[in-house]
């Protein structure tokens, strides 16, 4: 509807309520799998720069090659939530540098490409024999010393493309649960918990200190993300809107069960484990943590993104 504001002259062209979520499933999807993908990266340049390359069999060309399918599901569930998904095309024939859109689509876009390129300098050098067979192979030979020149700029750029998502939601002023400062560290501490997890699905052939590392790694983020998350469930009261939005996972609201499941999952299992096995290595367990922690933030991040929306704007 129509009308014209008498105080003010403003014409009011759409004044209805949006029931319902609207960011859903597929948002919590674009997140949890950027995480993954920016997260393998800055994990794995910490390990790198602690250990020989000798001591991280493959990670050469297994890095690039998770972040580059994470980063795959984080840009195609990005497109196919937009309701005109062809007009993504005017974010780099129109750009608009002022929206946090445009500049994450634009440094995602980097990121990937950069990464694309390790993974198939990455997998040829340590692939010798497929080498003789493919068309790029010479290419990708030549250009080996690209790796480690783009390596330290990639890993600089994985940061930011982690946190634009906190921007964005920060963006949305009124809702108060999705406040920049907090966002932006859990979004990062998110990115090191699945990254961590993600590559310890992959070290058996690494070297037992790099394997401690990734259960250091996994224990510090999934416990400074849980006390994150217990600061904001237990001190929301000084804010009425973000106590009325956590009143759905408060004790029987309708994300109740899972919101714990998220915690328990996502960060208690993964950090005793891990804290366990810095003493003494299981790789069963450390291997269902990180099972558990790649679970775990797929819920929370659920619950997060979907509990604000319920709450009544009018």
Not at 93 to 113: E, K
Not at 140 to 147: D, L, N, W
Not at 204 to 221: C, E, F, G, T
Not at 269 to 288: M, V
Request: charged residues 15%; contains cysteine.
């Amino acid at each position: 509807m129509e009308h014209a504001i008498e105080a003010t002259k403003a014409v009011v062209t759409l004044d209805v309520a949006l029931p319902g979520i609207i960011w859903g499933w597929m948002i919590t999807l674009n997140m949890w799998a950027k995480s993954i993908g920016t997260g393998v990266i800055l994990v794995g340049a910490f390990l790198l720069y602690r250990h020989k390359r000798e001591e991280l069999s493959g990670i050469r060309w297994k890095m690039p090659l998770i972040s580059f399918i994470f980063l795959n599901i984080f840009l195609l569930f990005t497109l196919l939530d937009l309701h005109q998904p062809l007009r993504m095309v005017n974010i780099f024939l129109h750009p608009h540098w002022t929206s946090a859109i445009t500049v994450g689509a634009w440094m995602a876009s980097l990121f990937t490409l950069l990464i694309t390129i390790m993974m198939l300098i990455g997998f040829f050098d340590a692939h010798p024999d497929v080498r003789k067979h493919c068309p790029l192979a010479n290419t990708c030979r030549k250009m080996s010393g690209f790796y480690e020149a783009v390596f330290p700029f990639v890993v600089f750029l994985a940061i930011p493309v982690t946190l634009y998502t906190a921007i964005i939601m920060a963006e949305s002023s009124a809702r108060e649960l999705w406040q920049a400062p907090a966002e932006l560290i859990q979004m990062l501490l998110a990115a090191f918990m699945v990254g961590s997890a993600t590559l310890i699905l992959i070290s058996n052939n690494w070297s037992k200190s790099a394997k401690q590392d990734l259960a250091l790694v996994l224990a510090i983020s999934v416990f400074l993300s849980f006390t994150m998350y217990m600061g904001e469930y237990f001190f929301s009261f000084k804010s009425a809107e973000a106590e009325a939005t956590l009143e759905f996972v408060h004790k029987g609201g309708a994300y109740n069960v899972e919101f714990w499941s998220a915690m328990v999952l996502g960060y208690i299992i993964p950090f005793f484990i891990a804290i366990g096995n810095l003493k003494k290595e299981n790789r069963t367990l450390i291997k269902f943590a990180a099972l558990t922690a790649l679970i775990g933030l797929y819920l929370a991040k659920d619950v997060w993104l979907k509990i604000p929306q319920m709450l009544s704007l009018s």
